[in-house]
């Protein structure tokens, strides 16, 4: 049984003061039936790592790089994150893609070694709406999904995110049927690569404007084990509906 994930991207959004939604999230879920994950800006990891304790909710990194050390100003390796206190890592969000040229051979590199870091890596593919609207949406993310994830992976150490790049931050989704028609496929391909036990093991998430009035009808899609949330996850108030949606999913 794969156990659902809730994650939270916070992008570039917050500073010390809002670590009390942290507060507010532990006390409304002090035992959730699903794991929680809120990925803070680099800045923020290690007070959040501490603030959050040994409670219900783990903290996780936005990006790394794929050396461990060395003369790369302004660049956070995956073991200085680890060191932090992030228990995971979201790598080749389509932010970083598009806005940082990262390639899907760059986003294997930097998630073999969050893996060896013993970082859970949340891997990120999702297609452009000009894709989409070319009927080749299938493809574009078989093809991500190859380059992307390492051989290194398995259930416990991989998650993807499927996050179609015109849904986040629009306020658009994806009907469920969409969602489950890539959704299966990156199950079955998972599947062909790892073997069928390592396959089913993986969690899928879907991201792109998911809110409290629509997490459970994406929950409700066949392979979706969780979401990966931005806006809606940087208060408590409203990241804490998208949880209990996900718990009675
Ligand atoms: P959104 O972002 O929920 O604000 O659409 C999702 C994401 O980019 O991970």
Redesign the pocket.
């Known amino acids: 049984m794969r156990r659902k994930l809730a994650a939270g991207?916070w992008?570039m959004n917050g500073t010390l003061a809002d670590l009390g939604e942290l507060d507010s999230l532990a006390e409304t879920h002090p035992t959730p039936g699903v794991d929680i994950l809120v990925c803070p800006p680099a800045t923020l990891i290690s007070a959040a790592a501490a603030r959050a304790g040994k409670g219900p909710i783990q903290i996780g990194g936005q990006d790394c790089h794929h050396a461990d050390q060395g003369a790369l100003t302004g660049d956070v390796s995956a073991l200085m994150l680890a060191d932090a206190g992030a228990h995971a890592v979201i790598l080749g969000?389509?932010?970083r893609r598009e806005g940082h040229g990262e390639t899907s051979e760059e986003v294997r590199a930097k998630a073999k070694t969050a893996q060896a870091a013993s970082l859970m890596t949340v891997i990120?593919l999702g297609e452009s709406l000009g894709q989409r609207e070319a009927t080749n949406t299938l493809d574009i993310i078989g093809a991500q999904l190859s380059l992307s994830v390492p051989d290194s992976s398995n259930g416990e150490n991989l998650v993807i995110?499927y996050?179609p790049i015109w849904?986040?931050?629009?306020g658009l989704t994806p009907s469920p049927d969409q969602i489950g028609e890539v959704h299966d496929f990156i199950r079955a391909r998972l599947e062909k690569r790892f073997g069928a036990g390592v396959g089913r093991s993986v969690r899928l998430l879907y991201?792109?404007?998911?809110k409290p009035d629509n997490a459970a009808e994406i929950f409700a899609v066949s392979n979706v084990d969780g979401a990966?949330?931005?806006?809606?996850?940087l208060r408590a108030a409203d990241f804490s509906p998208i949880i209990t949606a996900l718990e009675s999913a």
Not at 167 to 170: E, M, Y
Not at 207 to 210: A, L, P
């Open positions: 991207n992008k969000h389509s932010e990120c995110a996050e849904a986040i931050g629009s991201g792109g404007s998911v990966l949330v931005g806006g809606a996850s």
